[in-house]
């Protein structure tokens, strides 16, 4: 590790002004991801204002600041109400709010706030060090192992809910369905619209999560109890964050490791980002867990998987960023247009000529992920006090919060509509013992399959469909991805059966 980067780094961001810059810009990032529709990118954008009289330097450490706890504060509301505050939040909410419907959102917090700070540092540290490494490594991934990435997220859809395979598998295809409509991503054909203009641009991932998430859980606690199911941990105090004990940090080192190094990898692909990271990590750890079982019942590693790996994407996606002035993401392409809106240009000779970018990034990373537990903190008590509030008070303020969110997308009414139809789905699935969760995985990564699926082919050698299939399956990343995917989408489906054979010979 250079010392000069490290000294010049922290003398830019620890300078007393800049310094209440990155606290402010943790306290603003936090409230943005916690607010349900405002998503990290959008969080960036609103930041962009702020560095108008910054120099380039100190705007990239403030905005820097503003994604990486914006990250964490989605993480709040999906414990707290299911509500994700950004779409990277959305399995977070698989065992997140289990946890806090039982007395026990206090712990939940304070894991989510600890393993996000640990995959952030771990980001931000191989940022630093292995930054041009690690941009090579990610430009030699093709179409092929994206998808193969890509498709790997899915694989998750056969465990999400063991005793209810085959509608979960459904309800994931239905997400896929409807990931289909709109332009089509490479010949920009219409598609599946129906002829309504509205649907052209496709389905909007946000407006669909904070329908599912926020309106479906209004109308099914409408028929319950007065009050949020968590009221009576409030009530005991319990909802106050409690972090960790060392016991069982040391149970969750390896998951830790593996999901920040995971987060890191993804968040280097360009295109990939904190959403992909966050199920990916959810999935990888309940394949390779001894009590799969848990996962979704509300187990502490069920919230450490996706809050480090989501994280971890947030220093993995500056990569590509610094080194070749490639964002590795939506946030990270706002970043690079603020920069470039100030004169700088971005590319490979920027950490030759200008280090000090490298350095204030690796910096401004490492103090607010140690700032923003502070400031969840402190936020979370806020958030805890709502949940004493009478349901009926508090369900149609939710329900306003979510029109908000879901409008502040595009500013345009057909989101809100949107938002209004996944609610009421949602509700359907619920009734239906349909998994809503399968299809806004199904949804989140339906485009990204599809469009590198078929840039893979468009690109592979070959005259018929056999020979281009084998030219993607000759390479051998993405043999061995697709491979592990096989095994992971069936291991659930087999397992029952060889068991029932066992016990029947």
């Known amino acids: 590790m250079n010392l000069n980067l ?16 990155i606290i402010a810009a943790v306290f603003l990032g936090t409230l943005f991801g916690a607010l349900p529709g405002v998503s990290a990118t959008m969080a960036v954008t609103l930041g962009i204002p702020f560095t108008y009289g910054m120099d380039a330097v100190h705007a990239i450490a403030f905005l820097v600041a503003i994604y990486c706890a914006s990250i964490t504060g989605g993480g709040m509301t999906a414990i707290l109400f299911k509500i994700p505050g950004v779409p990277s939040s959305a399995p977070t909410t698989y065992d997140g709010y289990p946890m806090a419907q039982r007395g026990e959102a206090g712990k939940a917090l304070g894991i989510q706030l600890v393993c996000s700070s640990i995959g952030g540092i771990f980001a931000a540290l191989c940022m630093l060090l292995l930054s041009p490494q690690l941009t090579q490594a990610a430009l030699s991934f093709g179409p092929s192992e994206l998808f193969a990435i890509s498709f790997m997220g899915l694989s998750i859809l056969t465990s999400l809910e063991s005793g209810n395979i085959c509608r ?58 007065a009050k949020l199911s968590a009221d009576d941990a409030s009530k005991a105090g319990s909802t106050k964050a409690q972090f960790p004990t060392r016991r069982e940090l040391f149970s969750l080192r390896w998951l830790l490791l593996r999901c920040s190094a995971l987060g890191t990898a993804i968040g280097i692909l360009p295109g990939a980002g904190a959403t992909i990271a966050s199920f990916m990590c959810y999935s990888m750890e309940q394949k390779i867990s001894k009590h799969p079982e848990k996962f979704g019942t509300g187990c502490i590693e069920g919230i450490a998987a996706p809050e480090t790996g989501n994280n971890a994407a947030t220093g993995g996606s500056m990569v590509p960023l610094l080194s070749l002035g490639i964002p590795g993401g939506n946030a990270a392409a706002i970043m690079m247009s603020a920069l470039v809106l100030k004169g700088v240009t971005m590319g490979p000779l920027l950490l030759i000529n200008q280090p000090e970018y490298l350095s204030a990034t690796f910096a401004s990373m490492l103090a607010s992920n140690i700032i923003m537990i502070f400031a969840a903190i402190l936020f979370a008590r806020i958030f805890v006090q709502v949940l004493k509030i009478p349901y009926s008070v508090l369900g149609p303020a939710i329900i306003m919060m979510a ?33 809503a969760s399968a299809m806004i995985l199904g949804l989140v990564l339906g485009n990204i399959c599809e469009s590198n699926l078929r840039r893979a082919y468009t690109m592979a050698a070959g005259d018929t469909f056999l020979q281009a299939t084998l030219s993607i399956l000759s390479r051998p990343v993405t043999l061995i991805i697709l491979i592990i995917c096989v095994i992971v989408l069936l291991t659930p489906v087999l397992k029952p059966v060889i068991a029932r054979k066992k016990t029947a010979a």
């Open 168 to 225: 979960t598998v459904i309800s994931g295809l239905l997400g896929l369905l409807l990931a289909c409509i709109g332009l089509d991503p490479l010949l920009g054909v219409p598609r599946l619209t129906f002829g309504s203009r509205m649907l052209t641009t496709g389905i909007e991932m946000i407006p669909v999560m904070i329908g599912i998430f926020a309106v479906t859980e209004v109308l099914k606690q409408t028929g319950k109890p």
């Open 403 to 435: 029109t908000i969110g879901a409008y502040s997308t595009k500013n345009a009414s057909v989101d809100v509509i949107l938002m209004a139809a996944a609610g009421l789905l949602g509700f359907v699935f619920v009734k239906c013992h349909l998994n």
């Open 6 to 21: 490290l000294t010049t780094g922290f003398s830019i961001v620890f300078a007393p002004k800049m310094f209440l810059l």
